[in-house]
């Protein structure tokens, strides 16, 4: 697990809708809540800047943070985000609070490696296609990789890495697998050159004949 990110936020006494309002209106506060693990929700607001500033860290989205509420630190993930559907400027953000005895199911970035000396684009002319970017999985805590890493070096054409052929740190298992083999969906897949399935075809069904007339 990465080193963690810390960052602050304050009690919020005056909620509701317009009350948001008013705070994403001044456009240095963003409203939000800390909740989980047992304890009452809190409704929080946090620096605008300060919080633009750690979700440029691709860590702020899949590992545990120290949010710290007028200096009382507790562990959470961000479990909801929302955004104005013009501006992308942050509206609300939730956390969840995490227990270092209980697993939690995070999202956790992708990294592809070795896309240039991929097999099936460096000798076959395929395409590489990013089928997902991040994967679910559950863990405890202290398990949580920062991302997973995904090796397409020997990937041939017509190929796919799937959920089930991902290389995991131990104690991380994908949530989707946990629903059964038909939910072992492809990662990243190396798809044959335009007009290489067209031309197969026709090599097998013989050249058309050209229509009378």
Do not use: W
Request: glycine share 8%; net charge negative; proline share 5%.
């Amino acid at each position: 697990m990465s080193q963690q990110i810390q960052i602050s936020a304050e009690p919020r006494q005056d909620v509701g809708k317009g009350a948001s309002r008013r705070l994403r209106r001044l456009g240095e506060r963003v409203p939000g809540i800390i909740y989980g693990d047992n304890k009452d929700a809190q409704p929080l607001t946090l620096d605008a800047n300060e919080l633009g500033k750690a979700m440029q860290n691709e860590a702020f989205y899949s590992q545990v943070l120290n949010v710290s509420v007028a200096g009382d630190v507790q562990q959470a993930v961000v479990r909801d985000l929302q955004r104005h559907p013009a501006s992308n400027r942050v509206q609300h953000i939730d956390f969840l609070r995490v227990s270092a005895d209980r697993e939690i199911e995070v999202h956790v970035p992708l990294h592809f490696l070795n896309e240039e000396k991929c097999v099936g684009v460096r000798l076959g002319g395929g395409t590489i296609t990013h089928n997902m970017t991040d994967v679910e999985v559950s863990c405890l805590p202290r398990d949580l990789p920062e991302y997973i890493e995904v090796n397409v070096a020997d990937l041939e054409v017509g190929h796919a890495i799937h959920l089930s052929d991902l290389v995991l740190p131990a104690g991380v298992s994908v949530v989707a697998l946990s629903y059964g083999a038909d939910h072992d969906t492809s990662v990243v897949t190396v798809l044959a050159p335009r007009g290489a399935a067209q031309d197969e075809g026709e090599s097998e069904a013989g050249p058309a004949e050209p229509a009378e007339g």
